[in-house]
């Protein structure tokens, strides 16, 4: 019986920041729900008393003195809790721990539920974070992706997709290889072995039209400090080019020009034949982490903390050598730069590791706009502690961004961020969109923005208006319920606290697609494919709308039956 | 009339059986003593006519020209198989029918021997004072040592059910023809290593004589011989005439036509061997030694021995036995196959036909059979592959029926032909025609024919069996368009006698019989008579007469035919020819009345005709075979531990192709509780195709499947939703401590799993491991270990993280996790209340229930206007609610069991639209849809 009961009260351990579990007469550490280590729910009971309780330790966990909150918080304090075997009682909630800061709090539920043949959900406990993870159930009505389809072909972690053309692409990672997917069907077409590493950079090099090659070129650079050009379509390696001194972190093209530039410890610039033309002095020992073309032949490159523009010269009549020059070096930000795009022809945009979002004019590299307050949106003051404890810098670095007209949208730590240009601030914010951070964000057309996480899952989020500031969105699904797909709406606290206007969206999730068992790294969508997304789990997954597919999968059945001239059609 | 003692019997038992009511009662001159068993069981059934054995099994016996008839061995060799029974007395029954023309001698006019490639000949024997029912394969092989060169044989195939020989003849008769091909085609082989031996042998004597007679030459220069030397100059010459009479021999075994292999599918390595001779043929200087092991590989220098002139006819040598004749290479062959047979025709015959009607009507669903049926039907498509080869030489007959065209396995078991033979009985046993072509020879026949001259072919025919003085023997012989058909128009014009009399004809011969009924059908396998011999010897024929042309419609079984067909031939022997009954129907009407001779109807003497009719291929159901053993052969043990016996398909499906013989061995690990079915493991390490263990093992599988699956209906009330997770293609995750359990209730509601495609079902009976997304695409049904402790987080958290694809069922809480279900066709097909005691009897309504739910989706996914618009500018919403219409209102599905049809269409489409099946996994499809925890 009892070991019956504990196997059952494992069951619920879903709680998204904490964990809960049963332990027989036992105290026991469950799960840093933090990983710096600050959080730790801990769990004991008795089965045989149905006696339990909960408990919530911040900071470094010795058993025996469960104290040592930061900020002052006594969160040493734990209730036990007699649970109720009547399974037919509602769920309830009960903070089982109450400490100074309300944030920190958690709670465990008990309980049984909902009609008779529904079993009840047992224990339930979390930590709720300052901004609980949204959660949707599992009614998606807007989910288009109803069908799934897993290629696996790599042994180590995917990293990197690019698209080769409307229905292929490629995908590479560390064990080196690259794999051209057909992305209607999920065919393996080729496999390109060459690199010993795992690759660092891909890139396509679209064909000229008027030149004789047609074949689209894929170009990867490795650790093994090669970059090794392929023809896409048969695969063929068609130059290996090994001289370089240290790794190729990214590579860029300028199809304007028809070159291309590596981009490592130095800045190297190729021409399509694969000729060197140019290359800068070595700039530094940690190299250039992302590259990007802006306006007037110009490049801009992120070398640590700052950001250097270089002007590639072009042969013309006085000289016939290509040339490459230091034009000016950038040194407003604070931290490292993680990422690096270009918003439109007039501005690019920057992040650091510190969540500094800069925005910089491309003509005459000025910045524009600076904006770091995103692990601040809170004026509360009895957070601000905890919450400077708890957010390292990890949790506001941005890692990605992507940007439509309007607006900017950042990946800053576990959150995301849209900044509107023309406002210059922030309109809409998910501070917790993921478990973990957020390593690649899209925007679709139809103002749906997707994301994926270290966390393992994909969520699809709608950008939308806000009628007024006191329909804040309330989160909804804090409280997990294992095997029962309905969202509490009994939110217990409010939680969000308004930003005085600093929001006038608000990013709703419609959807997420779980199916990678680690960290998701990057996702590519075709409009008419579908969505793929590859993984640390060595897995690549094509998300399909299901309906189409079925709708596409008629449509050749008849074709076939017609070709096999088995359609008779009726007059 | 009716006056046969033991026939008559029979009827008592088949009016118990079948007309319990409407049978008229016999006159009292015609009553017979009862059933002569029916104090050893209550019951018909219990054991069929007291045989003194348990089940059927098969004989091979030869005709030893030291002592007589012998048995050799039986299949399976076990003496429980055949208890009492007489095997002596049972050999020297069936080796005293052989009706080959089996001939090899000097004949006149011929300076050498010839050898006969003779044809088996087929016969039915009964004898009921056994109880004991046999078909009797008759063949010859060759010996250098035996008398006339010759060995006969036979094998026979011995039942207690005399209709399950009668109705399975064509079968039997098929399988049986490919043991013996794969028998002679060994021995032919080892016969001409023996030949090679002797010539060398004799090559060598003559030298040495030669040389003997040269040195007397020279030792006696007076003019004239000695009469030492005149003996020696003798023997040398008969030792010349010695040598070439055995190169002709060879010569005649290699020239056995190899096309004639050509069908033979059961020795692969057949036909290399065969070009290894033709090219060894060339190279006779080169003979080789050891007839029993394989005459082309291995080859030790053999050195020649002395040949005595007068060789020692002495009757205490040993004579090789049938391996040595034979090669052991082949006749392990054959042993494997003649095992095969042997499975394949165990149980009742009711259960023989069933199952071919079944797998018939299966094969007309080729669309969306794939779905629920089991993957043993994969082997009956490849099989059909090499079926539709054509398999018998004769190149202008028209080529074989391929199975799709034959269906249905005509089974008149109808009251009126019942009756109707209680008036007339005919064997038809038609050949393989085309519609029209019959149907023209048919009238032909009933229109002309020419009593008295048949008549007399009739008595002609049947004096063999007055003579013999017990049984009555019903001779014919198939023949080859091709061969005949110059003597088509003879046909017309002489032959056929009317069934009537033929019947009265024989009936008068019946009174004779005492106690047994042969049939015999020669229907060769082979036309083996090659053509310069033909003309030669036509007494080799000399029962050509009485063969009636096969043209005419000779004897053989038609278990089917095509379809349209059917009907035709089905009015035809309800109206006006009443004697043209199915052979089906043998069995039932040869209770009352006597099997009757329809050949001599059609026989027309055709001198120099030659008997060279090759079987009809027409083995409707000879691969996939399923045999119910679970009632005598399961022993209680093995039925106990029953979880260890549940097949496990636990391969990747996708490489379950390429990996079958892995697949195989893991079934047989599994099914070798008894020692039946390891016997069988034996024989699917083979490359024979229908005897794949699934077949087999899958019968007692289905039953335990069906009653476990039964039991799971009953004892959860959520056995709906669990079910209809499995038809809409969500995963189902039986979760549960206990191994044994967990297997099997996947085992049992593994049979609600659609499969992808021709391969196993997307079953994982045993998973200890967390779940990954992997696993959801390939399996749709997986058994997974609950670990009740920390370790065990893992695979809960896999599963939890993954719900939207499972639905779990948790075996320990008894709870199920799932999407609602409120359609209509689940309660229907799981009903728990159902009056379906048994499990197989559960199994057969579940599979009605999927295959008519599998006609709804192939409605579904062919109507061309519910997936593609009708006109350009017709929307999608338009589309869609055509679609949604269709399925509630045409096909009359309700809520969720819409979901099940588009599953169900997609994966036909998939499969139609694969070009290999197998290659990859269908992709994952699911609902956003909430799920609910049902608790009992």
Known sequence: MQKSTAVHLLQPALGKAGEVSWYPRKWRILKPCHREGGLFLVRACSPASSCCSARVHQGPLELPKLRGLPGGASARAHSEQRAPRNRRSRLRLRPLLRSDCPNQASVAGYGSAFGTKILPQLWSAFLRPKSPLQTIGEEQTQNPYTELLVLKAHHDIVRFLVQLDDYRFASAGDDGIVVVWNAQTGEKLLELNGHTQKITAIITFPSLESREEKNQLILTASADRTVIVWDSDTGRQVQRISCFQSTVKCLTVLQRLDVWLSGGNDLCVWNRKLDLLCKTSHLSDTGISALVEIPKNCVVAAVGKELIIFRLVAPTEGSLEWDILEIKHLLDHQDNILSLINVNDLSFVTGSHIGELIIWDALDWTMQAYERNFWDPSPQLDTQQEIKLCQKSNDISIHHFTCDEENVFAAVGRGLYVYNLHMKRVIACQKTAHDSSVLHIAKLPNRQLISCSEDGSVRIWELREKQQLAAEPVPTGFFNMWGFGRVNKQASQPVKKQQENATSCSLELIGDLIGHSSSVEMFLYFEDHGLVTCSADHLIILWKNGERESGLRSLRLFQKLEENGDLYLAV | ?936
């Not at chain 2, 005509?410 to 085309?434: D, N, T």
């Not at chain 2, 093995?638 to 990747?652: H, Q, T």
Request: proline share 6%; net charge negative; glycine share 4%.
């Open chain 2, 1 to 936: 009339m009716i006056s046969a003692p033991d026939v008559v019997a029979f009827t008592k038992e088949e009016e118990y059986e079948e007309e319990p009511y409407n049978e008229p009662a016999l006159p009292e001159e015609y009553s017979v003593p009862l059933f002569p068993f029916v104090n050893q069981g209550a019951n018909p059934w219990s054991k069929l006519s007291g045989a003194k054995f348990s089940r059927d099994f098969i004989l091979i016996s030869e005709f030893s020209e030291q002592v007589g008839p012998q048995p050799l061995l039986t299949i399976p060799n076990d003496t429980k198989v055949f208890g009492t029974f007489d095997l002596n007395y049972f050999s020297l029954r069936i080796m005293s029918v052989d009706y080959q023309a089996s001939f090899v001698g000097h004949p006149p006019g011929s300076a050498y021997p010839k050898l006969n490639f003779v044809e088996d000949s087929k016969v039915v024997l009964g004898d009921s004072k056994e109880g004991a029912f046999a078909y009797v394969h008759h063949l010859t092989l060759y010996d250098l040592e035996a008398r006339g060169f010759v060995r006969p044989f036979c094998m026979a195939y011995i039942s207690a059910d005399q209709h399950k020989i009668m109705q399975q003849f064509q079968e039997l008769s098929a399988e049986f023809s490919r043991a013996s091909e794969c028998l002679k085609t060994g021995n032919r082989k080892a016969f001409a290593g023996e030949l090679e031996k002797k010539l060398k042998d004799l090559d060598y004597t003559r030298t040495v004589l030669h040389t003997e007679t040269e040195i007397q030459k020279k030792a006696n220069d007076k003019g004239f011989y000695s009469s030492q030397a005149i003996e020696k100059a003798n023997e040398l010459a008969s030792v010349e005439k010695s040598i070439i009479e055995h190169q002709d021999l060879l010569k005649q075994i290699r020239s056995y036509p190899h096309r004639k292999l050509k069908g033979c599918d059961l020795c692969p390595g057949e036909m290399e061997h065969i070009q290894d001779q033709a090219s060894q043929a060339s190279t006779t200087s080169n003979p080789d030694e050891s007839a029993d092991t394989d005459l082309y590989t291995c080859r030790p220098a053999y050195t020649p021995k002395l040949i005595k002139a007068k060789s020692t006819k002495c009757f205490d040598k040993k004579l090789k036995t049938l391996e040595e004749l034979c090669d052991t290479e082949y006749f392990t062959q054959t042993l494997t196959q003649l095992s095969h047979i042997e499975h394949m025709f165990r149980g009742d015959l009711c259960y023989l036909l069933t199952s071919q009607i079944d797998r018939a009507l299966l094969k007309q669903q080729h669309i969306t059979n794939f779905l629920f049926e089991d993957f043993v039907e994969v082997d009956d498509r490849m099989v059909e592959k090499q079926e539709s080869i054509p398999s018998k030489p004769s190149q202008d007959r028209p080529p074989s029926r391929s199975l799709e065209e034959c269906p249905i396995p005509k089974v008149l078991i109808s009251v009126g032909s019942y009756k109707s033979s209680v008036e007339s009985v005919l064997i038809k046993m038609e050949q393989e025609l085309g519609d029209e072509e019959y149907k023209e020879v048919e009238v032909t026949e009933l229109s002309s024919f020419d009593p008295q001259e048949n008549l007399d072919y009739l008595d002609m025919d049947m004096k063999g069996s007055i003579s013999s003085g017990e049984s009555i023997e019903v001779l014919g012989t198939e023949k080859s368009t091709s061969v005949l058909s110059k003597s088509d128009s003879q046909a017309s014009l002489t032959v056929p006698l009317s069934p009537q009399v033929v019947r009265s004809k024989a009936v008068s011969h019946r009174t004779i019989s005492e106690d047994s009924i042969e049939v015999l059908s020669t229907c060769p396998s082979e036309a083996l008579i090659p053509d310069d011999f033909k003309a030669s010897y036509p007494s080799a024929i000399n029962e050509e007469e009485s063969y009636p042309d096969g043209n005419e419609g000779a004897i053989h079984f038609q278990a089917s035919i095509s379809p349209p067909e059917l009907g035709e031939t089905e009015e035809g022997s309800m109206e006006n020819t009443p004697s043209q009954i199915d052979s089906c129907c043998i069995g039932k009407e040869s209770d009352g009345q006597l099997v009757l001779p329809s050949s001599p109807a059609h026989t027309h003497s055709d001198e120099d005709g030659v008997v060279s009719s090759p079987p009809q291929r027409h083995r409707q159901k000879d691969q996939g075979f399923r045999v119910d053993f679970s009632m005598e052969n399961a022993s209680p043990s093995s039925r106990d531990d029953s979880c260890e016996g549940f097949p496990a398909y636990e391969l990747d499906p996708s490489h379950l192709l390429a990996n079958r013989d892995i697949s195989k061995t893991s079934l047989d690990n599994y099914s070798d509780t008894t020692s039946y079915v390891s016997s069988v493991a034996s024989t699917s390490s083979d490359r024979i195709p229908s005897a794949y263990p699934a077949g087999l093992s899958s019968d007692r599988h289905k039953k335990r499947a069906g009653q476990n699956a039964l039991k799971f209906i009953r004892q959860y009330p959520f056995a709906h939703p669990a079910i209809y997770s499995l038809l809409s293609g969500r995963t189902l995750v039986v979760l549960g401590e206990d191994e044994a359990i967990v297997r099997k209730l996947v085992t049992a509601l593994a049979i609600f799993v659609p499969s992808y495609g021709c391969y196993a079902k997307p079953v994982k009976h045993w998973a200890s491991s967390p779940l990954h997304i992997m696993d959801f695409q390939k399996w749709k049904l997986i058994g997974l270990q609950r670990v009740a402790s920390p370790a065990g987080a893992g695979t809960l958290h896999a599963l939890s993280r993954y719900s939207r694809y499972t639905s779990i069922l948790d075996l320990d809480n008894k709870t199920l996790r799932c999407p609602l279900y409120r359609g209509t066709l689940v309660p229907r097909l799981a009903d728990h209340r159902t009056q379906i005691k048994r499990g197989s009897t559960y199994y057969l309504h579940v599979q009605s229930m999927l295959t008519q739910l599998c006609s709804k989706a192939f409605v579904y996914t062919f109507c061309h206007h519910l997936h593609l618009p009708t006109h350009d500018k017709e929307t999608e919403e338009l589309l869609a609610s055509r679609q949604a219409s269709f399925l509630k209102l045409t096909l009359g599905l309700v809520n969720e069991d819409v979901r099940v049809v588009q599953y169900l269409a997609e994966l036909l489409k998939l499969h139609y639209m694969q070009e290999s099946p197998g290659t990859s996994h269908p992709m994952l499809g699911f609902d956003y849809v909430p799920s609910f925890l049902y608790k009992i």
